[in-house]
């Protein structure tokens, strides 16, 4: 499963998915993911959840995110849940630029991993490819 969570900058997407990790790692029977570019005060992250900051690994392009993701999954057949906070930001990708790596991610998502993510955008900015992954 793919979920996205979209809204211009500021709207509150990152408290939103973080709301939603703290959620996964209640429930969960795996391990929780939470991936975003920069460190953070994660005070607010359950202490369950892995959090994984790009900048550390030198991850900047869709590429790039793909195989660490796929590394990530790889290397740990227990993860059930993966949150991308500021996908753009990660990649340095426009929105529209991200539809191959979205199919990917649904891939995986069909082989047991749910996937939720962040984009900065209004709704009616979004390519029309992601518009299938909105709740």
Do not use: H, W
Request: aromatic residues 10%; contains cysteine.
């Amino acid at each position: 499963m793919l979920k996205l969570i979209y809204g211009p900058k500021g709207f509150g997407k990152t408290k939103i998915i973080l709301d939603d990790v703290n959620a996964a790692a209640e429930k969960a029977n795996g391990n929780v993911v939470f991936i975003t570019d920069k460190k953070f005060d994660s005070v607010n992250v359950n202490f369950k959840v892995r959090c994984i900051y790009t900048e550390e690994y030198g991850v900047d392009t869709i590429e790039m995110l793909e195989g660490f993701i796929y590394g990530l999954i790889a290397g740990n057949s227990d993860i059930e849940c993966v949150f991308i906070d500021g996908i753009s930001r990660i990649t340095n990708a426009a929105p529209a630029q991200l539809e191959d790596v979205m199919k990917e991610l649904e891939q995986l998502g069909a082989n047991g991993v749910n996937f939720e993510i962040t984009v900065s955008a209004a709704k009616e900015d979004l390519p029309k490819f992601m518009l299938k992954y909105i709740d």
